[in-house]
């Protein structure tokens, strides 16, 4: 069940929002914890018990690592890395699970224990986990670090864990941030209002423009070979590059939304990265969320360690950082090439070679930038790297020996419609600040700013019903971000 | 006991800018090129100064020069 599926919008959302700002504070809590169970349970029955065993080991050892953090000895250390590893491993077996189940030569499949011909990946990862995994691990560090205390409420710690708005496609929450709101969770009609303006963004930026992409996007990126004539492989570059980020930064809208309707201030996850001048910029902009992870419990920890050896290069943890947040996203060869594309392109960025950069004129750090992002996000979406490799070859038109060939009835294709290119339009000026221009101007003219209020949110209506109109039509389209 | 002049060359230095003058308000917002490399190295940069070494527990809770001052002359 995701966001744009009408279970969630006709259903879950209006019975969980009722019962929620109806009740007490008291019950708030609670509310929320049945609320996300049951979008939990809705979706994998089966990982009920192991959530709940998972949250209250980590409330454990939460209250563990905090009762011998003082001591700073041998076993508090242990303690902490013990807690960091269990987790991580249990991600890392999640993630590769259903390649060892599908492997016909593994013991357990050999000896019978386990028979699963065909192992769906969406059935045996655990909901959320990459997102539910990484929270934990910085509850763990933060702790330890005296960032924060640990929780002491179970019920809280198990809204922190289980929060539905996050559970889809994150953001990667920091309990210090969430902390406030868990004790006392900011419910008002301003913020509930101000949270609903902002899913409805969200949910029409999914729904009309990256799912309308998404057909599109989705053909071309499963076809067995990439053979594309020059200007198509262009046009659909840009229309993938455009949904990732509208498809993405949609969710984010609506989760960031609707812990605002709840009382939760989440951070920003998107901060316009096609502003970016370099690619370094570009991932400090993108997901938020994880690259700021990935920055304080990987990046900063390799970077100290390895300060006073000065043969070891300094961009050696940019590097381990990017091929993990490949596989992050998938053990597959084509995220962990992504990955580690991005690693070099900021490790050259790190050096001489960046400060050179930084002189030269502002257009060409951005074609820079754009040349690397664009071309790894050919990989990031291919479903293999040679597919990403025969892409990128039809933009520059070299197919090699595979004669250039236009869409037939064996490849079916749909045909552009309007609408293709009325998304790829707003869609690219999605990617802009134009509501904090707009805003800017209107600043100091309260009777125009009064009528844009008004105007904006006759327009939200019309998008709310537009969208539900579409969704009726053509049903939810699980988003990209869903399957980490 | 140091003072913030006698860190401003380092900063100087570290993110190549012979102009730039740091306070004690300053963050890593303040100061451009201040990410997370460059921060690594302005930490090791001012340990081999001023002789002192740090924990990643005490680098995780600076927010500002200011911290970074403090936590230096703490040392000394």
């Known amino acids: ?484 | 006991m140091i003072t913030i002049d006698l860190m401003n060359p380092v900063f100087r230095t570290v993110f190549d800018n012979d102009k730039l003058e740091v306070t004690e308000a300053m963050t890593a917002d303040d100061v451009i090129g201040w990410d997370s490399l460059s921060h690594m190295i302005l930490i090791s940069a001012l340990e081999e100064e001023f002789q002192v070494s740090f924990t990643q527990k005490e680098i995780r809770k600076l927010k500002s020069v200011g911290d970074l001052l403090d936590l230096i002359n703490s040392k000394l």
């Open chain 1, 1 to 484: 069940m995701n966001f744009s599926d009408p279970k969630f919008l006709y259903l879950f959302l209006p019975i969980v929002l009722g019962a929620y700002l109806i009740l007490p504070k008291k019950a708030a809590l609670v509310v929320l914890l049945i609320a996300s169970t049951v979008f939990l349970g809705i979706a994998q029955p089966y990982y009920l018990v192991f959530f709940l065993s998972f949250i209250i080991a980590n409330y454990f050892l939460g209250r563990l690592i905090q009762s011998c953090r003082d001591s700073e000895n041998y076993w508090s250390k242990l303690i902490v890395w013990g807690a960091v590893g269990i987790n991580a491993a249990l991600l890392l077996l999640f993630k590769l699970a259903p390649q060892f189940l599908a492997s016909t030569t593994n013991p357990l499949v050999v000896a019978e224990v386990i028979r699963i011909p065909d192992p769906d990946p969406d059935w045996i990862f655990p909901l959320a986990f990459s997102y539910i995994s990484f929270q934990v691990i910085s509850y763990h560090i933060d702790i330890f670090n005296e960032i924060t205390d640990a929780e002491n409420n179970l019920i809280r710690f198990a809204n922190y864990i289980l929060f539905f708005p996050k559970m889809m496609v994150g953001p990667i929450q920091r309990y210090a941030d969430d902390q406030d709101a868990l004790r006392d969770p900011a419910k008002s009609l301003g913020s509930a209002s101000a949270g609903l303006r902002r899913f409805i963004v969200g949910l029409s930026k999914k729904v009309i423009i990256a799912d309308t992409l998404a057909v599109y996007v989705n053909a071309v990126f499963s076809f067995d070979d990439p053979t594309l004539n020059t200007s198509h492989a262009w046009l659909m570059l840009f229309a993938m590059v455009v949904q990732l980020y509208v498809d993405f930064s949609g969710y984010s809208d609506m989760a960031i939304g609707l812990a605002e309707v709840l009382g939760f201030k989440y951070r920003e996850n998107f901060n316009y990265p096609y502003l970016a001048t370099s690619v370094a910029e570009f991932w400090r902009r993108w997901h938020v969320s994880l690259t700021s992870w990935f920055r304080d419990y990987i990046f900063t920890p390799l970077q100290f360690a390895i300060r006073k050896q000065k043969w070891i290069p300094k961009f050696l943890p940019i590097l381990v950082v990017f091929f993990l947040t490949g596989f992050w996203h998938g053990k597959e060869n084509h995220y962990l090439v992504w990955g580690s594309v991005l690693g070099i392109a900021i490790s050259i960025e790190s050096g001489k070679f960046g400060k050179y950069l930084k002189k030269l004129p502002v257009a060409i750090q951005r074609v820079w930038t754009l040349y690397w992002i664009l071309g790894s996000w050919v990989l990031f979406r291919s479903p293999n790297v040679s597919f990403s490799i025969g892409y990128l070859k039809n933009l520059v038109g070299i197919q090699g020996t595979v004669p250039l060939r236009a869409f037939s009835e064996s490849r079916p294709y749909p045909i552009f419609q309007n609408s293709f290119y009325f998304s790829i339009i707003v869609g690219v000026i999605l990617m802009f600040p134009v509501s904090q221009i707009v805003q800017k101007h209107l600043e100091g003219k309260p009777r125009l700013l009064k009528f844009a209020s008004y105007l904006r949110d006759f327009a939200l209506l019309l998008l709310l019903i537009y969208s539900m109109g579409l969704i009726a039509n053509q049903g939810p389209l699980p988003g990209i971000y869903e399957k980490f």
